[in-house]
């Protein structure tokens, strides 16, 4: 299944892959795909499923798939933007939201603490 509205986007299923900037391809479209660094801005501790706000801080694509793992962390095939503004009032593109597998994983992440997005 796959749900797309303004404002986030998650792909649900096994053979298909969420790409940054909204395509969904099948996995083997993007396998060998490269890591990608963000910076931990927010973590959501109270709620389950944990979620965050990180920043990417190089330009590019990057895939999202069952595999997935932030800072060496296993999250969920599920992406999102929130709506972050920069300073001058523009969306800005560049925060994602991302729902850790298992709230036991939390103590492994930190405000602040940059981490590589990877397969698995």
């Known amino acids: 299944m796959i ?3 303004l404002s986030s986007i998650s792909v649900i299923g096994q053979d298909r892959t969420l790409v940054a900037g909204g395509r969904i391809c099948s996995k083997a479209a993007v396998s060998g795909g490269h890591e990608m660094k ?67 994983d939390l103590p492994r992440l930190q405000v602040g603490q940059d981490a590589e997005l990877e397969e698995a």
């Open 38 to 104: 963000f910076r931990i801005e927010h973590i959501f501790q109270q709620q389950r499923p944990v979620s965050l706000f990180a920043r990417q801080l190089e330009p590019g694509e990057f895939a999202i798939s069952e595999r997935s793992r932030l800072g060496g962390v296993p999250i969920k095939p599920y992406l999102s933007q929130p709506r972050a503004l920069t300073a001058d009032g523009q969306p800005d593109m560049t925060v994602f939201t991302f729902v850790l597998a298992t709230a036991n």
């Open 3 to 5: 749900n797309v509205s």
